[in-house]
């Protein structure tokens, strides 16, 4: 985010200036990331102006800017219009922009809207029930924008084959700690050694692969627990996972290690070097490629350091 404009955001927050803020806000064309090949997927509080700043530093490949769990009513309003100013500074970025909204009815639709013009890669809908909403969500949100889902309802689980009524619904998110509770069972059940957890993750992996969607595994809470947390990493990569939910870059960074990388992420660097070396004897060093978006020098060394973390191993 341009550091320039800093002060002035921080003065629209401190005064509670929702208008000015607003006003503040113009979309422009971003280059969507249409890749799936993400491993961490990073939950930021939208109403956190210090750690938006901080997204071009992440190492996490997918960046959830999350308006609904942890953000107070009150500041529902600012942390909309910063997830959209977010987008808007971040025009060309390797990581995929998700916008982790309210549920359709209540503040949903109309955080759709306002979304929109600002074209987020991906609108991540929370407390799904029915392929009804599904279908509704599609309406609202804009051709270009892909639908992600978030699975923690019971009827979502009953329906988990079904959600999928359209290729833009790319992702389903397991929230385990919702879903636990809707099914009325105790959270302490989900262990790293409870059969029933790993039935549960094994059935949401295997549905989801089979019906052509990105299956993201949960959240771990509690952050601070590394052990347990590599414990579940270990699981989840003997079952198949390739991506998972975090709330910290530390976690971003276990994932990586445990998950690596993936062969379409492989695949992607080789030939984005390939096109940047192309374009650089031409004498151009900043371009969009119709499949993996603004490449510029940055990018080039990215996947080139990609390629030789594998070498290396």
């Not at 509770?181 to 993750?201: E, I, K, V």
């Not at 660097?269 to 650089?280: D, K, T, V």
């Not at 993996?292 to 080139?304: H, L, R, V």
Request: aromatic share 8%; with cysteine.
């Amino acid at each position: 985010m341009p550091l320039q404009n800093l002060n002035l955001l921080k003065k629209f927050l401190e005064t509670e200036d929702l208008e000015g803020l607003k006003a503040y806000a113009t979309p422009v064309k971003r280059h969507q990331n249409r890749s799936l090949s993400f491993r961490s997927a990073l939950m930021i509080s939208a109403q956190n102006l210090h750690h938006l700043t901080k997204i071009p530093t992440l190492e996490a490949e997918c960046i959830i800017l999350n308006l609904e769990d942890g953000v107070s009513p009150a500041l529902k309003p600012f942390a909309l219009v910063l997830s959209a100013f977010t987008l808007a500074s971040y025009p060309h970025t390797a990581q995929k922009m998700v916008v982790r909204i309210n549920p359709l009815d209540e503040g949903g639709i109309q955080e759709i809207a306002y979304l929109n013009p600002f074209m987020p890669d991906a609108i991540r809908i929370p407390k799904i029930k029915t392929i009804q909403e599904v279908q509704r969500a599609l309406e609202l949100i804009d051709e270009g924008i892909e639908l992600h889902l978030s699975i923690e309802t019971k009827e979502a689980w009953l329906a988990l084959a079904h959600l999928n009524v359209s290729p833009r619904v790319r992702a389903y998110y397991l929230g385990v700690l919702d879903l636990f509770a809707d099914f009325g069972m105790p959270q302490t059940l989900f262990t790293p050694d409870n059969p029933t957890a790993h039935y549960l993750l094994s059935h949401f992996l295997i549905t989801a692969q089979a019906c052509g969607v990105k299956p993201v595994s949960f959240v771990y809470q509690e952050h601070k627990n590394h052990a347990v947390f590599d414990r579940w990493l270990a699981l989840e990569h003997q079952l198949g996972f390739t991506a998972k939910g975090c709330i910290t870059p530390l976690q971003t960074t276990a994932i990586h290690h445990h998950f690596g990388y993936t062969q379409e992420q492989r695949d992607r660097a080789r030939e984005i070097i390939c096109l940047f070396e192309e374009h650089a004897q031409r004498g151009i060093s900043g371009f969009v490629d119709e499949r993996y978006g603004f490449i510029d020098e940055p990018i080039y060394k990215g996947a080139k350091a990609l390629l030789q973390k594998e070498c290396s191993k």
